[in-house]
């Protein structure tokens, strides 16, 4: 039975929902940020030694099979287990489209949002630099914000107007989003994040994993 190791509040819960969906068999193996540091605990490093949620583990023959990062894990997920669900026919062109969206959200996307989180905590008094630094995340922020806004323009979804693994990986980006602007200056992403939320999945997936507590609930 495929294992996913869990941490509260945290970008594994993108993985419960993509099994929640699939209806497939899985067994959560949960873990709990330190109230102090918010940190992982450091059970997570028996399983991988990085210590990063989250984790899946397949039992393959007899031998356990530890996959990493979000990305690897949906795409060894709709591989294995898929049956052709969730992701674009392999070789055409929304297959490309797709591959980049799963990729991007954990790449170009991701770094702007985390930058801003952990650098919010600065005050110019503590780091005369953090100003600058802080424009230059803004900037960044802005303008990965604003490409997925538009490229939601018109549609539901970012592949092919379907759902994909890619809209699972990038809900994380619209579910931090509300933390710095409001629904109306990325309204495309605000009705994205709302249809994620609507997904009997997706709620199943919360019942089961936590609050996933990155912007304001529904």
Request: hydrophobic letters at 35%; aromatic letters at 8%; a negative charge.
């Amino acid at each position: 039975m495929l294992q996913v190791h869990h941490l509260n509040n945290s970008r594994s819960q993108r993985v419960l929902w993509l099994l929640e969906e699939l209806e497939l068999d899985y067994e959560i193996v949960q873990y709990q940020r330190d109230k102090l540091t918010n940190l992982a605990p450091p059970e997570l490093e028996q399983v991988h030694q990085l210590g990063k949620s989250p984790m899946l583990t397949d039992n393959v023959d007899g031998t356990d099979r530890i996959i990493i990062e979000s990305g690897a894990i949906i795409d060894y997920i709709l591989r294995h287990y898929g049956q052709g669900r969730l992701q674009p026919a392999t070789g055409t062109d929304e297959y490309e489209q797709y591959l980049q969206w799963l990729h991007y959200a954990e790449g170009s996307a991701a770094l702007p949002l985390m930058l801003k989180l952990y650098t919010s905590r600065l005050s110019p008094s503590e780091d005369p630099s953090s100003a600058a630094l802080q424009s230059r995340i803004n900037d960044e922020l802005q303008r990965h914000l604003e490409y997925l806004d538009q490229a939601l323009e018109g549609v539901d979804w970012f592949v092919g107007n379907s759902l994909s693994g890619a809209d699972i990986q990038l809900s994380f980006v619209a579910e931090v989003a509300p933390l710095m602007y409001s629904g109306a200056a990325l309204p495309n992403l605000d009705l994205f994040r709302q249809r994620c939320h609507s997904r009997p999945a997706y709620r199943r997936a919360l019942s089961r994993g936590g609050v996933y507590d990155f912007g304001p609930r529904d």
